[in-house]
């Protein structure tokens, strides 16, 4: 009882204004006028002027060629044009042309008055007419050289009035994974023209399936670089290109997946020198062919390999002939509809894309044979490699 009653007695000898009971008293020793009077003084945020060199590998690079990039424009007339077109009427202007799309693109070469540049086939194809955007803003009309639907290459060339750089190619060979990769060009369109992005390489010699006539069927295989560098639609036809400037690959949002975030691909420099050059001299890429159409056995049912083809159990791989063209290697070989092609020069055959590897991978005039089967007997058969357009 005792404590209680001195700890009572302790509580309320502390000051009322220490417990914040000061009855309505102002606690402050600054008179209310006074503090409305004070005013408040805040520092300004300034900008500080320090210099901070920017320059890098990165940079570098995007310089030396930068001015050698563009933006390729597919032009495609519009309805009235085609319907004016139809009856008679005058040649469509440039003002009824209308832009289907664009990619991108780089001047390779500045020869005599002309400057070559090389972009994808998707990008330029279907067009009535191909523009290029310069760096300097400018437009020019182009001439389409050459196209090539398996490699997705094109080749255009313009006056070279406004143009004086262009692009190195490097060796894609040498190519080391991890290494800096930059991709320069017009994703989403020329508005985003000279875009750079910029990343490392992810991976080299990749096999990438291809859907070359848009049917929802794989129809190629390309061979192609890797990379996490940004390429948007608009950016097909573009640069890749190493540290030191060169071009190492051309992007193509052909053999690329929109649905995957940091998987780009580019069809290998040492690969498009080849191509770009035959399309720059003679307006398409010369393969030969053996002149038939096929279908992979894989997609013929069990019931028709047994009854119709008369194939043994062991065969599973190989491509079914459904027609011979005329005057073809083919023809000329004696093969025939429901041949079943297993080996090509010694090679056995999965399916139709790694047969025309094979074809392509050999040269007009070669020998070259098939091994066969015919009504379930196996044959083989000589023929020599003729040239004709891509089969």
């Known amino acids: ?72 424009i597919n032009l495609q007339r519009n309805d009235f044009s085609s319907w004016a077109g139809f009856y008679g009427m005058e040649e469509a202007s440039e003002d009824e042309y209308l832009q289907a799309g664009s990619g991108s693109g780089a001047v390779y070469k500045i020869e005599d008055d002309r400057a070559y540049i090389f972009t994808n086939n998707h990008v330029v194809e279907g067009s009535d007419a191909i523009q290029v955007l310069l760096q300097d803003g400018t437009r020019v009309d182009a001439e389409v050289e050459g196209t090539d639907v398996w490699t997705d290459l094109a080749v255009l060339s313009v006056d070279a009035s406004n143009i004086e750089t262009s692009v190195e190619f490097g060796d894609s060979e040498n190519l080391t994974v991890g290494e800096p990769a930059i991709a320069i060009g017009s994703p989403l369109g020329t508005d985003f023209a000279s875009s750079v992005t910029s990343g490392i390489i992810s991976g080299i010699g990749r096999t990438v399936p291809v859907d070359t006539d848009g049917d929802g069927e794989y129809d190629w295989e390309m061979t192609a670089i890797q990379t996490d560098a940004a390429i948007n639609p608009g950016n097909s036809g573009g640069p890749l290109i190493n540290i030191a400037g060169q071009v190492v690959g051309i992007n193509s949002m052909k053999i690329s997946t929109e649905t995957v975030e940091g998987m780009g691909f580019a069809i290998p420099s040492n690969d498009a020198v080849e191509i770009i050059n035959q399309l720059e001299q003679n307006g398409e890429v010369i393969r030969p062919y053996l002149g038939i159409t096929m279908i992979d056995l894989a997609y013929i049912s ?11 159990d062991d065969v599973t791989d190989g491509v079914v002939i459904t027609r011979v063209g005329n005057d073809s290697s083919a023809t000329n070989a004696g093969l025939e509809p429901a041949d079943v092609i297993v080996g090509f020069n010694g090679e056995e055959i999965t399916n139709s894309v ?38």
């Open 1 to 72: 009882m005792k404590n209680k009653m001195k700890r009572a007695l302790m509580l309320s000898a502390i000051p009322l204004v220490l417990l914040g009971c000061t009855n309505g008293a102002n606690d402050s020793d600054t008179p209310d006028n006074e503090t409305d009077d004070q005013e408040t003084v805040k520092e300004e945020v300034k900008i500080s002027n320090v210099e901070v060199n920017v320059q890098s590998g990165i940079t570098e690079a995007v310089e030396q060629i930068d001015d050698a990039v563009v933006s390729v």
């Open 302 to 312: 069990d019931s028709q390999r047994a009854d119709e083809l008369n194939l043994p």
């Open 354 to 391: 790694h047969l025309r590897q094979l074809i392509y991978s050999t040269e007009v005039g070669d020998s070259v044979e098939i091994e066969f089967y015919r009504n379930g007997e196996p044959r083989v058969a000589t023929m020599e490699m003729q040239a004709a357009d891509n089969d």
